[in-house]
C-alpha cells in the first residue's frame, strides 16, 4: 500500500503498531519520504522530512531521539546534527532545518496533514 | 659591524644537544653562531630510551625537538668528528680536513661503552649498546641466531639483555660480581632480582669471570670462563661500564682526572676557560655523572656562562634511579648500602612476591639518607621527596615501606616544599608547576606544555599528575567529568550506580540518577553498560530505542543510508566453500566487495530491507555476524604461524580463533582489537592492538593497550611466556578491569595512560591482584561470555525484530534515491552530480 498525500487532508500513513516508542521509523507518500517519532509518555507522533540535508541521505527515520539544551530532537546518524522534533530546526545550524507535518493518532492508525 | 662570535660545540647527543637549544634561547646569544659537530650520523636522538628502538620506534620518533635546530644561527655537522684541538690557534680540526675557528668551545663527547680485554673481544659477533648503530648491528647479527650473551649485569646490562630477548634469542647474563646491579642494590637486593629475571627465562651468571672467546666451526662464539662449563652464543653485547669520551682533552693538555674525565669547575668550564666540558666526559668534584639529568643541568649551566651569568652554578645532582628492568622494578636512592657512619636499616623482604625495599635513616632514625626498592616500586616517589627535601621521617619510618593492604602511603603534595623537584630531567619544580597553574595553565596537558615537566625520561608522571590535580583542586578548579546535560556522572559512575541499584533500564537509570530524557550520547553508553551488567540483547524491546543505528540493524551505515555486512571470519582463516558463499551473495545482491585492514571481508550497498535476505544466507551458511558495528571485540588478526611459515614457533591461527570465538559480541567502552603472531617477526602486527599476543619458544607473550588510528600508541609488554590458560586467564581479568572502569569511547591506551599509576598500576591489579579483585572479573567475564548468542541468528528468529529492517513501514519498495554507478568492475554511490545526470537521462 503506498499512500496518497492529498491536499489538505489528514492522510493515514501507518499503523501505531508500526511504530517504535522514542524512536523512528520511515514511510513514502509518493515521492516524499518522512521520519516519524513516537514520544509515548504524551502519545504524540512527529512528522519531519526523512533527507538529512547534510548528506542528502534518507537517513532521519534511523537516529536517535532524546532532548538537548531543552528541545526534543533527533540526532542524523550520520554526521550527528540535532533536528528539533517540532519545528525541525537544526540546533548546530541556523540556516539548515527538516520539513515537518501535524501529525497525530487516530483508532490505533496514525495521520499525517497536509496544509 | 661586528662578526658575530662563534661557539663550537663537540658531540650531538642529548647533553650537547640540551645546551644548544638552552644557549639559542637565551636573548645573549644573539651575537653568536653556533657550529654543532657531531660524530654519528644521526641528529640527537633520545639515548635514555633507545632500547625503544627495537620495539619499533625509529630515529624519528626519538629524535629530540628539532625546533632549535631551524635556527639560522646553528650549523650542524653530522658524521664529522673533531679530530684534534688547537688550544692556541683556537681551532678544532675536523676528520674531513677542514679547521674551525671557535671564540669558545664546549665538549659534549659522552663516553663510550667500556670493552674488557678479553682474548677475543673484537670478534665481528662482540657488539656494544650505546648508538643506534649498534642496535642496528645487534639486530641484524640476531635475525640468523639462537643465542645472545650480554656480560655486565649492571643497569645497562640487564637493558641489552631484555633487548636481546625481546629479537628473540635465548639470553644468558654474565656478572662478574657476586650480584647484580652491585652500584646500585645490595646482596638481597640483587638475590630478588636475580630471581626475578631467572623467572622470566634469562639465565643470570653471578662471580663468573669470562677468560676468553673463540670463533667456533659453525661461525658462532664460544665463552671460556675462569671456572663451569663453556658458553656458545651468536651475540655478544657487551656492557661492563662506561668511560669518559676524553681523547680531545688528552690531546690538547686540559686537566683530566686519575681515572679519565675532564675536570670543569661549577660554572663546568675547564682547565682552560675558553673551553667547558658537560655531560657524561666531565669530571665534577671527582664524580661523573652517567645520567642524562645531571649532564642537562650542565648544559644549562654552561649556555648561562656563555651570556655573562654567574648562575646556575652545578653544585651536583642526585643520583637516585627508578627503572623497571625486563618488566621487574628496581629503585635505588642516595646511600643505599648504609655506608654513613651510625646509618640505620629498615628491611622488608618478601619471598613470595619477589620484594625487597630497604631503607637506610640517619642515626636518630629522622632523616633519609638511602633506600633500595626490587620488585615494587610504588613508595619510591615518596620516598625521593623524603630524601632530596630532607623532610622529617614519620615516627615509624618502616611504615613506608610495610605493606598496607592499600594503596602505597602517599606524601601529601601539601608537605613538599616550592623547592622540591618534581621532574628531576628536565629541573621542574613544585612551585615551578604551581606559577604555570596561576598563568593560566588548567590541566595536566597545558602544564607539561608549558614547562616541559615528564618530557624526558617519564618518570616522575604519577608525582606531577598528583601535583597539578592537587593544585588545581586547591584553587577550586572542578574538572566537569559529566558524560553528557543528562547525566553528572562518568561512566564508571554510572555502571557502579547501574550495578549497585540493580536498575535494568534506561528509564529507571535517569529517572533516578539523570534528568530529562536522553540523547545520543548517554543512550548508547548506557545501553552498553545494561548489556555489560545483565547480558540482554542489544536489540530487546526496552533497548532498541537506545541504539545507534549501527547497533540497531546490525550492520554500519554508509555515507549514502546503505549498509555494509561483515561476517565474522575468526583470526583471518576461511575455507573455499564460505569465500564462495560470500561471492555467490555479493554477486546476487550487487554488492561491493573488499578485504577490510581487519582480516575479513566487507559487502557494502546494501539496504536496509536487504539486510534480513543476505544475513540469512550468511547464518545458514555457517556464519556469524562480525560485529563491526557495536562497540565490542572485532578481529583478532593472526599471521600464519607454525603451521605453515618456517619460522612460527606456535600455532597463532589456532589461537587467534580461539580468541576471537571467546570474545566474540563482548560489549566495550569502545573497540577492542586483537592480534597473534607466530614468532618474534610480528608479521600480525600485535603490538599495535589492544590486546596483542606474540609466540615464544616457551608459550605467549602478552602486550597490552596499543592500538593504530588517530593517535597510535604502541603496546606495552604486559606479561611473558605465558600458558594458553594463563594467558586467557589475563586477558579476561583485563579486558573485565577495562570494561568496569574505562570512559565512554575511551579505548584501552588511552585508559591505561590515565589510570593513576599507569602501566605498573595495572600489572599489580591484574597480575598481582592487588586489589584482590581477580576472581571476581574472571567470574564476570565468564558470566558475560556464556550468553553469546549471535545478534543475527537471533534477530532472524524474531518476527518482531524484523519488522524494524523494513525501508517504509508502508511500502516495500526501495529508497529510490540510492543510485550506483560502477567503477573497477563494482558499483559505488554516485555522487550528487552523477545522480541528476542519470535522472536527467532516464
Ligand atoms: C572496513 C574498514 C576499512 C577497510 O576497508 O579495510 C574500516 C572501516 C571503518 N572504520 Fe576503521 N575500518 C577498518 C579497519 C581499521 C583499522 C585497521 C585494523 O583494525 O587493523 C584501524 C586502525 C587500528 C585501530 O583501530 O587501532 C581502524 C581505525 C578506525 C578508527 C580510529 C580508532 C582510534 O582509536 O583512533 C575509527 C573511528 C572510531 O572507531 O571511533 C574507525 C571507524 C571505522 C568506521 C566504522 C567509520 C564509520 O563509523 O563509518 C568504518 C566503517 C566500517 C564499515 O562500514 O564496515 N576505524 N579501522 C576496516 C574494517 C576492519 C574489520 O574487518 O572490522
Ligand atoms: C641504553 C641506555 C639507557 C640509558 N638509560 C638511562 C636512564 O634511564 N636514565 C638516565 O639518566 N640515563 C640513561 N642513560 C645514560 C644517558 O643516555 C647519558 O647519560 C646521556 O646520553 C649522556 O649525554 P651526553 O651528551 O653526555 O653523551 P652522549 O649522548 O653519548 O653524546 C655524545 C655524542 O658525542 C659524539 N662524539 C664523541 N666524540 C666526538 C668527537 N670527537 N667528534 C664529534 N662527536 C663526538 C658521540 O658520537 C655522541 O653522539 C642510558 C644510556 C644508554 C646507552
Ligand atoms: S609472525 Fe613469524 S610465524 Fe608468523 S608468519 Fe610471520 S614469520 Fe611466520
Ligand atoms: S623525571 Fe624524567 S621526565 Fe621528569
Known amino acids: 500500500m503506498t499512500a496518497q498525500l492529498k491536499k489538505d487532508t489528514w492522510t493515514d500513513v501507518c499503523q501505531l503498531d508500526d511504530l517504535v516508542p522514542e524512536s523512528g521509523v520511515a514511510v513514502r507518500l509518493g515521492k516524499t519520504q518522512i521520519a516519524l517519532f513516537y514520544w509515548p509518555k504524551t502519545g504524540e507522533v512527529f512528522a519531519l522530512g526523512n533527507t538529512d540535508p547534510f548528506s542528502s541521505a534518507n537517513v532521519i527515520a534511523r537516529g536517535i531521539v532524546g532532548d538537548v539544551q531543552g528541545k526534543r530532537v533527533v540526532a542524523s546518524p550520520l554526521y550527528k546534527q540535532h533536528f528539533c522534533l517540532e519545528t525541525g530546526q537544526c540546533l548546530e545550524d541556523d540556516a539548515v532545518s527538516l520539513m515537518t507535518w501535524p501529525a497525530r493518532l487516530e483508532e490505533g492508525q496514525v495521520l499525517i496533514h497536509q496544509p | 659591524m661586528t662578526t658575530a662570535k662563534h661557539l663550537v660545540i663537540i658531540g650531538n647527543g642529548m647533553v650537547g644537544h640540551h645546551c644548544v637549544e638552552n644557549f639559542l634561547t637565551e636573548s645573549e646569544s644573539a651575537s653568536w653562531r653556533v657550529t654543532v659537530v657531531g660524530e654519528e650520523g644521526y641528529a640527537a636522538y633520545d639515548r635514555v630510551h633507545l632500547s625503544e628502538y627495537f620495539q619499533g620506534k625509529t630515529h624519528q620518533d626519538l629524535a629530540l625537538g628539532k625546533a632549535g635546530f631551524e635556527d639560522a644561527r646553528l650549523t650542524t655537522l653530522l658524521g664529522t668528528r673533531v679530530t684534534e684541538i688547537n688550544r692556541e690557534e683556537h681551532q678544532v680540526v675536523l676528520s674531513n680536513g677542514e679547521r674551525l675557528h671557535y671564540d669558545k668551545l664546549i665538549l659534549a663527547t659522552g663516553s663510550y661503552p667500556f670493552v674488557p680485554p678479553i682474548p677475543g673481544h673484537d670478534n665481528k659477533r662482540c657488539f656494544v649498546y650505546r648508538t643506534l648503530d649498534d642496535l642496528d648491528a645487534i639486530a641484524s647479527a640476531a635475525s640468523a641466531g639462537r643465542t645472545g650473551v650480554v656480560i655486565g649485569g649492571g643497569l645497562l646490562g640487564l637493558e641489552a639483555a631484555n633487548a636481546l630477548r625481546s629479537l628473540g634469542l635465548e639470553t644468558h647474563v654474565i656478572e662478574f660480581a657476586p650480584r647484580l646491579m652491585p652500584v646500585q642494590l645490595d646482596d638481597e637486593a640483587g638475590a630478588i632480582l636475580r630471581q626475578k629475571i631467572s623467572d622470566l627465562g634469562v639465565q643470570v651468571h653471578v662471580n663468573t669471570a669470562t677468560s676468553r672467546i673463540e670463533t667456533s666451526g659453525d661461525d658462532r662464539l664460544t665463552l671460556h670462563f675462569a671456572e663451569g662449563e663453556p658458553l656458545t652464543t651468536d651475540v655478544l653485547v657487551f656492557s661492563a661500564g662506561i668511560r669518559p669520551q676524553d681523547a680531545l682533552g688528552r690531546q690538547s693538555g686540559l686537566e683530566l682526572g686519575e681515572r679519565g674525565g675532564i675536570r670543569i669547575n661549577n660554572h663546568c668550564q675547564t682547565s682552560d676557560p675558553d673551553i667547558y666540558a658537560i655531560g657524561e666526559v666531565a669530571l665534577w668534584q671527582e664524580t661523573i655523572f652517567g645520567l642524562v639529568a645531571p649532564g642537562y643541568r650542565m648544559a644549562e649551566t654552561a649556555a648561562s656562562h656563555l651570556c655573562g651569568q654567574s648562575e646556575p652554578t652545578f653544585l651536583g645532582a642526585d643520583m637516585s634511579t627508578k627503572l623497571k628492568l625486563l618488566g621487574v622494578d628496581v629503585g635505588s636512592i642516595g646511600d643505599a648500602h648504609a655506608s654513613t657512619a651510625g646509618a640505620l636499616s629498615f628491611r622488608y623482604i618478601n619471598e613470595a612476591k619477589g620484594q625487597y625495599k630497604k631503607l637506610v635513616t640517619s642515626a636518630d632514625g629522622k632523616h633519609l639518607l638511602g633506600a633500595i626498592l626490587v620488585g615494587d616500586n610504588s613508595s619510591y616517589d615518596t620516598l625521593l621527596q623524603y630524601y632530596l627535601n630532607d623532610i622529617a621521617l614519620p615516627e615509624e619510618p618502616d611504615s613506608l615501606i610495610l605493606p598496607t593492604g592499600n594503596a602505597a602511603p602517599q606524601l601529601g603534595v601539601d608537605a613538599l616544599p616550592d623547592t622540591a623537584t618534581i621532574c628531576s630531567c628536565l629541573n621542574v619544580t613544585k612551585g615551578g608547576i604551581v606559577s604555570a597553574i596561576e598563568q593560566g595553565c588548567c590541566s595536566l596537558a597545558e602544564v607539561k606544555s608549558s614547562t616541559d615537566a615528564s618530557s624526558g625520561c617519564g618518570g616522575c608522571a604519577a ?282 569511547l575511551q579505548r584501552t591506551a588511552r585508559w591505561m595512560e590515565n589510570l593513576e599509576g599507569g602501566l605498573d598500576y595495572l600489572k599489580a591489579v591484574i597480575l598481582d591482584d592487588s586489589l584482590g579483585l581477580a576472581s571476581e572479573l574472571e567470574q564476570q567475564m565468564e558470566h558475560q561470555l556464556e550468553s553469546y548468542a549471535c545478534e543475527w541468528k537471533t534477530t532472524l528468529e524474531d518476527e518482531q525484530k524484523l519488522k524494524r529492517f523494513r525501508t517504509f513501514v508502508n511500502s516495500p519498495d526501495a529508497d529510490d534515491n540510492i543510485v550506483f554507478v560502477q567503477e573497477r568492475d563494482q558499483i559505488r554511490p554516485a555522487t550528487n552530480e552523477e545522480k541528476h545526470n542519470l535522472i536527467a537521462t532516464a
Open chain 2, 463 to 744: 608525582m606531577l599528575k598528583n601535583v597539578v590535580d592537587t593544585t588545581l583542586e586547591a584553587r577550586g578548579f572542578e574538572v566537569d567529568h559529566s558524560l553528557c546535560e543528562h547525566f553528572q556522572y562518568t561512566r564508571q559512575e554510572l555502571y557502579h550506580l547501574v550495578q549497585v541499584n540493580q536498575i535494568k533500564t534506561f528509564d529507571a537509570l535517569i529517572e533516578q540518577f539523570g534528568q530529562g530524557n536522553g540523547c545520543d550520547i548517554c543512550k548508547p553508553a548506557v545501553a552498553s553498560i545494561l548489556a555489560i551488567c545483565w547480558n540482554e540483547g542489544v536489540l530487546d524491546a526496552q533497548h532498541v530505542k537506545l541504539q545507534d543505528t549501527n547497533d540497531t540493524f546490525l550492520a554500519n551505515m554508509q555515507k549514502d543510508g546503505t549498509y555494509s555486512v561483515v561476517p565474522r571470519i575468526a583470526g583471518g582463516e576461511i575455507t573455499a566453500e564460505k569465500l564462495l558463499v560470500i561471492g555467490q551473495i555479493a554477486k546476487d545482491y550487487n554488492l561491493y566487495t573488499k578485504i577490510t585492514g581487519g582480516q575479513r571481508i566487507d559487502l557494502f550497498g546494501a539496504q536496509l530491507h536487504q539486510l534480513p535476505p543476505i544475513w540469512k544466507r550468511l547464518v545458514d551458511a555457517g556464519f556469524e555476524t562480525g560485529q563491526a558495528y557495536g562497540k565490542s571485540v572485532r578481529t583478532v588478526k593472526s599471521c600464519v604461524g607454525s603451521t605453515w611459515c618456517r619460522y612460527g614457533v606456535q600455532d597463532s591461527v589456532g589461537m587467534a580463533i580461539l580468541l576471537e570465538n571467546r570474545y566474540k559480541g563482548l560489549r566495550a567502552p569502545h573497540k577492542l582489537k586483537f592480534a597473534v603472531s607466530g614468532c618474534t617477526r610480528e608479521c600480525a602486527e600485535a603490538q599495535s592492538k589492544d590486546i596483542g599476543v606474540i609466540a615464544t619458544e616457551k608459550g605467549w607473550n602478552l602486550f597490552v593497550c596499543g592500538n593504530g588510528g588517530m593517535k597510535p600508541r604502541h603496546a606495552d609488554l604486559f606479561a611473558t611466556d605465558l600458558d594458553d590458560v594463563t594467558l586467557i586467564q589475563t586477558i579476561d581479568r583485563l579486558l573485565m578491569f577495562y570494561i568496569r572502569t574505562a570512559d565512554r
